[in-house]
């Protein structure tokens, strides 16, 4: 049974350009999540996507959207890219639609903008 | 919103017992979160409380006080494998996203 997977592992960018990150969930799981881990920091909540529906966001600009596929996948866009979005970008899946089921995180995708 | 802190670093002696504190100050408390992350890799789940009290798994123990916003991990016989960052992270009543603390690195040393 597959947990989350993540592509690509690492990326280089350079400011201004744009990004694309990929998400697959858990076996069983169709709520797909995305956190922003900076070095050093807990990961910070950037959406939710069930139903492929945007259901919450946390505080994060418009820069960074998302989307989620029928088969409950999901990729993390985000434009106009500035050093400071250089992180660890965490996607976790969770198994329904309560606020409580636990989110199983994925290796992670390593972004570098210089 | 939330606000979660625990402590930096804490060093502890392989064999020993070690407690992580976490304290929150949340409206809508619903539950509490506990990971593990080793560096470079994903969080992996530990436990989760709603209810106070203390659960037990094995080696980790977790506790949680809703009425003083207080948890702790407990880690019980030390094993160099166990040194990593421990996250807390609370959810809130009518939320879907996990709150984490900044984690608390834990070096195991011989």
């Known amino acids: 049974d597959a947990g989350v997977t993540q592509s690509p592992t690492h990326l280089i960018k350079t400011r201004g350009q744009q990004v694309t990150l990929r998400c697959s969930p858990k076996s069983g799981h169709d709520t797909v999540s995305w956190y922003q881990q900076a070095l050093g920091q807990g990961p910070q909540f950037i959406f939710q996507y069930y139903e492929e529906e945007e259901r919450q966001r946390g505080n994060f600009p418009d820069r960074f959207s998302g989307h989620q596929f029928p088969n409950y996948s999901s990729e993390l866009n985000v434009n106009a890219l500035l050093l400071g979005d250089s992180a660890l970008y965490l996607c976790?899946?969770?198994?329904?639609?309560?606020?409580?089921?636990?989110?199983?995180f994925g290796p992670g995708t390593r972004l570098t903008v210089l | 919103g939330q606000n979660i802190d625990q402590p930096t670093e804490m060093t502890a002696t392989e064999g020993a017992i070690v407690q992580i504190n976490c304290t929150y100050q949340?409206?809508?408390?619903?539950?509490l979160f506990w990971y593990q992350q080793h560096a470079g890799e994903a969080p992996t789940f530990l436990s989760y409380?709603?209810?106070?009290g203390l659960e037990e798994k094995g080696r980790f123990s977790s506790f949680l006080s809703r009425s003083k916003g207080y948890s702790y991990l407990l880690l019980k016989e030390l094993q160099m494998k166990d040194s990593a960052s421990y996250l807390c992270a609370a959810t809130e009543a009518g939320s879907y996203q996990l709150t984490f603390g900044k984690g608390t690195k834990l070096s195991v040393i011989p």
């Open positions: 949340t409206s809508g408390f619903n539950g």
């Open positions: 409380n709603v209810l106070d």
């Open positions: 976790a899946s969770s198994p329904g639609e309560r606020s409580t089921d636990t989110q199983y």
